[in-house]
Nanobody
Framework: QVQLVESGGGLVQPGGSLRLSCSAS????????MYWLRQAPGKGLEWISG????????DYRDSVKGRFTISRDNVKNTLYLQMNSLQSEDAAMYYC????????RGQGTQVTVSS
């Protein structure tokens, strides 16, 4: 079955960086666009980035453009999200997903931004 396992979250100070990873299994990874979403406490699930099957096309929500970079390694079946210049508003549970809506997503990794 489809399995997505996120890792790399943690506590970071404002302005800091984190790199999230998502290990995928149970499906042909390189045949799917992949996505990152997040959910802050008391808020809905929010799409933040997507990447094409080969990695050549990427897309971001405006609030993270220029700070976050999505990438993938189709040999390792792994999706990444490099997050720089983190702000308090970025604190959330982060999920990787096979669909932009968040359908078929992992259990998430928590990102906390605090001084």
């Amino acid at each position: 079955q489809v399995q997505l396992v996120e890792s790399g979250g943690g506590l970071v100070q404002p302005g800091g960086s984190l790199r999230l990873s998502c290990s995928a299994s149970g499906f042909t990874f390189d045949r799917y666009w992949m996505y990152w979403l997040r959910q802050a406490p008391g808020k809905g699930l929010e799409w933040i980035s997507g990447i094409s099957t080969g990695g050549g096309i990427t897309d971001y929500r405006d609030s993270v453009k220029g700070r976050f970079t999505i990438s993938r390694d189709n040999v390792k079946n792994t999706l990444y999200l490099q997050m720089n210049s983190l702000q308090s508003e970025d604190a959330a549970m982060y999920y990787c997903a096979r669909y932009r809506t968040g359908t078929l997503r992992g259990q998430g990794t928590q990102v906390t931004v605090s001084s």
